[in-house]
């Protein structure tokens, strides 16, 4: 799980668990993320739902920090197509994510609809539309140790004084959550915006109070170059790309590049904590990511490693895993139809 924020993330989530027992109104958790994000495009942004102009089925899976105790894991699987007769793509995408020892988790299972509108010869536009149903909730109630359970000898101490007998505590909410975007993309650019949580769905997990999700927001965009040559001596693209994303107090910038051949993707980028609040004297680094793609036949697997240079350490957390594994095929309805542009972006 990879979040906007740059800070160890134990004691944080179980604060933040603290504060949803305690009914604050401003607490709230934030999105997982990915840094092969477009190797799961519909997971960035409904627009790019059908944007191979095929079948395509991606699954992915990342371990962030794991050198820092309890889980911070995120995993999920999405399935989309173009379907030329309405010139619309459909999606529907699965994400479930775990962080901390009180395992926080969060999952959302939601349907995508685009449609592919032609700007003239050169450039189409895709907007796109999310409708989902997300929980958020503890995973390992029993595994969490409160404050008051620490300090024996007085008269809120042990376990009869925990918070743990709060009333109207909910182990999980459920919340219907609605996404919108849109891309415009010619044979060799695109620039797509996103958001998510639109409708403000609450994620306390108690009765007392609500906590409206924080909006989710990004801006993504590159350019594909042609190159010829190389270590793999074959046609080849280099691709540069960018990534503003926001919600609540925090936001960050992904940027890099990447050669992009017919069978070997390779790339690094770099990811910058910008944070509207950030502490006195915090530095805004986070990581540098490192990756590998291959492509055979309809099968692409892709792997990241991100090498953490925030103040957390590369020595502390053991950076982060990712992989990611699509399946793309064409059916004869694809096969006949008349040409349309596939959008550019890469797939890693």
Known sequence: MSTLSTYPKAGALLCLTLLLFMGAETASAQDPQLTQFYAVAPQLNPAFAGGTLENRVTFHYRNQWPGI?????????????????????????FSSDEAGSGALGSSSFAFQYSYEVPLGDRLSFRPGLQLGWGSRGLLNWQDLVFGDQLNRGTAGGGASGSLEGLQNFQLVRNYFDVAAGGVVYSKRFWLGMSSRHLNSPSESLTDATTA???????????????????????????????????????????FGFSIDSPFLTYGISYRQI??????????????????LGLTEDNFRVGYSYDITVSTLGWGISDGAHEITLSYVWRTPSHLRTRPHRVLPCAEF
């Open 69 to 93: 105790p309890g889980r911070f894991v995120s995993y999920g699987a999405s399935y989309d197509v173009f379907i030329p007769k309405i010139n619309s793509g459909i999606g529907v995408i």
């Open 212 to 254: 409206p999700m924080p909006i989710w927001f990004s801006t993504h965009g590159g350019v594909r170059i042609p190159y010829q040559g190389g270590p793999t001596g074959s046609n080849q693209d280099v691709l540069i790309a960018a990534s503003y994303r926001s919600q609540g107090t925090f936001d960050q910038m992904d």
């Open 274 to 291: 910008l944070m509207k609040s950030a502490p006195d004297g915090a530095p805004n680094h986070d990581a540098i990511s490192l990756l």
